[in-house]
């Protein structure tokens, strides 16, 4: 098994990455963390916090995983955030992936990522369920079918993970409620309280189309506020899909997550070109990333579209950041 350190890793960055010049970051060491902007405050330091109660004793901080399915990489990663070291509350992201070949005997990756909602007291848990319930329902449904771009398809999978949610509220309210209360009459308001997630999950083709030499996709968003982007390193970003609403210098925070049920649902579909990245983000990136014209969104331009292994993609989905205190989770297709 090779070995790799990070003073190895760091060694390998090339030197023009580290220059201030306009919309590119300008890159830094601490310790063995990559930084941008200054190295002090908050940008590595753990904030001091009121502790939360109903804390979880344990779950593990970073997660992460990578695969090549067919000519298809993925790497995927989640990580607690600064600020969920100073609350001494758990990482509350999520993510899972998976695979399948439909009746076409096309093969499909499928990716979802989750965000539990901080004001509930149990969100880790949910996300972790939604994410690899999303995994089974979207495999099973391909399994099935012949893999469709159709906006009714996607619609009617997704109502099916949204049923999903409020079952699993359900089925652990009657866990913890001891009283005779009918569990059939809580409003999903309450259900929120201790459980509450976002949820979004894309569909990448493994192999490229013969003709046209692009790989097809689809990106769900279920509730909440991820995003998702096409990254290549000549063309810059793409967005996909926005997290927060922003009005002028105002965003808004306000997220309507599972239980609740979406009006509707966010569906794109397109295609990956030679040299092009699919990103998915939780808010804890994606707020800072925005569209893609920012210090960091200059970052990460230069770095994913040449990460070739785990141990840099985790180098460079852990930069330092003043504003990147929350939880992170990414989700690099390419």
């Known amino acids: 098994m090779k ?19 306009k919309n590119e970051a300008a890159i830094s060491t601490t310790s063995t963390r990559l930084v941008i902007g200054e190295e002090k405050g908050a940008v590595i330091e753990i904030p001091r916090m009121a502790k939360q109660p109903n804390k979880i004793s344990h779950r593990s901080d970073w997660i992460s995983d990578i695969a090549q399915i067919d000519d298809l990489t993925i790497m995927a990663t989640s990580m607690r955030g600064s600020l969920h070291y100073g609350l001494e509350t758990v990482r509350q992201d999520a993510y899972a992936i998976g695979s399948e070949v439909d009746l076409n005997e096309d093969n499909w990756l499928i990716a979802s990522i989750a965000d539990g909602v901080s004001s509930s007291k149990r969100p880790h848990a949910f996300a972790d369920y939604m994410v690899r319930q999303t995994i089974l329902v979207v495999a099973d449904n391909l399994r099935n079918n012949k893999m469709s771009f159709e906006n009714d398809f996607w619609n009617n999978l997704s109502k099916q993970l949204v049923e999903i949610s409020i079952a699993y509220c359900k089925n652990a309210a009657r866990s913890i409620i001891q009283s005779n209360i009918d569990i059939e009459k809580i409003d999903l308001s309450t259900f ?93 990136l994606g707020d800072i990333i925005r569209n893609g014209n920012t210090l960091i969104g200059g970052f990460f331009q230069k770095a994913f579209p040449k990460c070739e292994t785990l141990v840099q993609f985790l180098m460079y989905s852990s930069v330092a950041f003043r504003e990147a205190n929350d939880d992170r989770t990414v989700v690099l297709i390419k």
């Not at 190895?8 to 010049?21: A, K």
């Not at 509730?223 to 922003?246: C, F, H, Q």
């Open 3 to 21: 070995m790799y350190s990070e003073k190895t890793e760091i060694d390998t960055i090339p030197e023009d990455w580290i220059q201030g010049q």
């Open 192 to 284: 929120a309280d201790q459980w509450a997630a976002t949820l979004e999950y894309v569909i990448v083709q493994t192999k490229k189309t013969p003709e046209s030499k692009k790989r097809k996709f689809v990106h769900v968003s279920v509730a909440g506020d991820g995003s998702a982007y096409i990254l290549n390193e000549n063309r810059g970003w793409k967005v996909v899909k926005t997290g927060k609403e922003r009005k002028g210098e105002v965003v808004s925070n306000a997220v309507s997550p599972l239980p609740f049920k979406p009006e509707t649902f966010s569906i794109q579909s397109g295609e990956l070109c030679s040299g092009d990245c699919l990103l998915l983000v939780t808010d804890g």
